[in-house]
Nanobody, 123 residues
Framework: QVQLVESGGGLVQAGGSLRLSCAASGRTFRNYAMGWFRQAPGKERAVVAAVSRSGASTYYADSVKGRFTISRDNAKDTVYLQMNSLRPEDTAVYYC????????????????WGQGTQVTVSS
């Protein structure tokens, strides 16, 4: 069992920045690749970014490339999502999750999920 707790969401103006954190407890954090997903009202949950166990490999959705950065600190059992140049279309609930794959882009490949944190970007 892995418990995940997201934090760092909030309300920001377009063009602003936020940094999300996801703290893990339970099983060994470094055994899992991690992903950030988001779900906007009326839309399906979709991957935003993913990072491998070591942090050496990353994946980004096209919509956030160049603006978001995923990273992890295995000493702190935490994964981060730095979000810059935020747009109104980035408004969603953001979730972190674990996967046993090297890098996963499908939500079905993720096993443990946090409760989510709301990000709202005003225009």
């Amino acid at each position: 069992q892995v418990q995940l707790v997201e934090s760092g969401g909030g309300l920001v103006q377009a063009g602003g920045s936020l940094r999300l954190s996801c703290a893990a407890s339970g099983r060994t954090f470094r055994n899992y690749a991690m992903g950030w997903f988001r779900q906007a009202p009326g839309k399906e949950r979709a991957v935003v970014a993913a990072v491998s166990r070591s942090g050496a490999s990353t994946y980004y959705a096209d919509s956030v490339k160049g603006r978001f950065t995923i990273s992890r600190d295995n000493a702190k059992d935490t994964v981060y999502l730095q979000m810059n140049s935020l747009r109104p279309e980035d408004t969603a609930v953001y979730y972190c999750a674990t996967t046993s794959l090297t890098l996963g882009t499908m939500s079905s490949s993720y096993s443990y999920w946090g409760q989510g944190t709301q990000v709202t970007v005003s225009s």
